[in-house]
């Protein structure tokens, strides 16, 4: 898929004036990036996530990153499409940390916050789907650890449900 973006992008935009390709670019990776997010997030996308899952995700927005990076639109900013995939970066980066904890302690503050583009909702969403996969591989849990795990998960999506809720009353 990139290396049809990276060649339509290098012969249809030289024909185009400067500032048409910059905004198709930038359209086309903002799409881009919210068909990767929604493919996390829906149900009717994906209706289970595991960590190798994930792992393989980060390396496909890896990719992304990297044709941003090059913005094959000429006369351009190197940086101008990274935008587009900061989002889906920060969700990713925050499951493959698996940091809950300070993600929900510092979700208020956006300047110390690692994840300040990903919203509580989505976040949920996704640690549900990654929870029902764990649930799915075991329906028994004899081990104390894996109990624990899962009491922790449902607590920190219960947390995630009331910031989603609050942000939503503060932003009404």
């Keep these: 898929m990139l290396n049809f973006l990276q060649s339509s992008f290098q012969t249809v935009f030289t024909a185009l004036p400067a500032d048409v390709a910059k905004t198709c670019c930038l359209d086309a990776c903002k799409h881009i990036g919210k068909k990767l997010l929604n493919f996390l997030v829906s149900k009717e996308e994906s209706t289970q996530i595991n960590l190798n899952g994930i792992k393989g995700f980060n390396w496909d927005v890896i990719k992304c990153e990297e044709f941003a990076e090059t913005c ?12 587009a995939f900061e989002e889906v970066r920060q969700l990713v980066s925050l ?72 942000s939503k009353a503060d932003s009404d």
């Design 95 to 166: 499951f493959m940390s698996m940091d809950w904890s300070g993600y929900v302690a510092d979700y208020r503050n956006p300047y110390r916050s690692k994840y300040p583009r990903v919203k509580p909702r989505t976040v949920a969403a996704v640690l549900e789907k990654f929870k029902d996969s764990e649930q799915k591989k075991s329906k028994f849990t004899f081990k104390r650890g894996e109990r624990d795990r899962r009491r922790f998960l449902d607590t920190i999506i219960k947390r995630l449900h009331e910031l989603a809720e609050t």
């Design 72 to 83: 094959p639109v000429p006369s351009s900013e190197p940086e101008m499409l990274k935008p």
